[in-house]
């Protein structure tokens, strides 16, 4: 069983709609929790951070922990084609990151 | 966010040779550095972890005599790969944070060819 796991993807949503990405760990002591966008040929962009549970918004973008069931994701709101992109998961502990192999969205015009 | 530059963007060597790349923080001291590799379609491979003051851990499989990395000061790093050979063609990427499990953050990327 890997580290993080994300959606097997690809994932494709119609523009205007929700996307959701999920994301699965397996380490307990994992103290941080983020999400970049990577888009082809790119390098990795940091969108969200998060280190606690709940809920964390910013514009469209909203991260959900649940450290109990080692559970993170990110919903997109109102994707927007620009929005397609590799997004990955990174967990975060002891100053280590580990990356989950990431979700390739596509949203259509 | 914290704007982490790198350089080349890309390069063509020939086997057999050495390239260096480098990578700063425009805008912050970073006390940890990563670099990474990354084949096409596939997922970001840790190669090597350094702090500041110390000398740089690589992962398992990474051969350290090969992949030189120098965290010369809390806001340069360099990587270099000696006697590259085409298996090294790939895309590297530098990355800088502070200690802890805070934000690290990535630069462009060098994208390597070997001939």
């Known amino acids: 069983q890997k580290e993080v796991e994300q959606n097997s993807g690809p994932l494709s949503v119609p523009e205007g709609a929700i996307a959701s990405l999920n994301c699965t760990y397996s380490?307990?002591?994992?103290?941080?929790f983020f999400w970049y966008r990577q888009y082809s040929g790119k390098s990795p962009e940091l969108i969200m951070s998060i280190y606690s549970n709940g809920d964390k918004e910013d514009g469209r973008f909203t991260a959900q922990l649940n450290k109990a069931s080692q559970y993170v994701s990110l919903l997109i709101r109102d994707s927007q084609p620009s929005d397609s992109a590799t997004y990955l998961c990174?967990?975060?502990?002891?100053?280590?990151?580990?990356f989950g192999d990431g979700t390739t969205l596509t949203v259509k015009p | 966010g914290a704007v982490v530059s790198q350089h080349p963007s890309w390069v063509i060597c020939k086997s057999g040779t050495s390239v260096k790349i480098e990578c700063r923080s425009l805008d912050f001291q970073a006390t940890t550095m990563f670099w990474y590799r990354q084949f096409p379609k596939q997922s970001l491979m840790l190669m090597a972890t350094s702090n500041e003051g110390s000398k740089a851990t690589y992962e398992q499989g990474v051969e350290k005599d090969k992949f030189l990395i120098n965290h010369a000061s809390l806001t340069l790093s360099t990587l270099t790969v000696t006697s590259a050979h085409p298996e090294d063609s790939s895309f590297y990427i530098c990355?800088?944070?502070?200690?802890?499990?805070?934000?690290?953050?990535f630069g462009p990327g060098t994208r390597l060819t070997v001939t």
């Open positions: 990355s800088m944070g502070l200690a802890g499990d805070y934000e690290q953050y």
């Open positions: 380490d307990r002591v994992s103290q941080s």
């Open positions: 990174a967990v975060k502990g002891g100053g280590k990151s580990t």
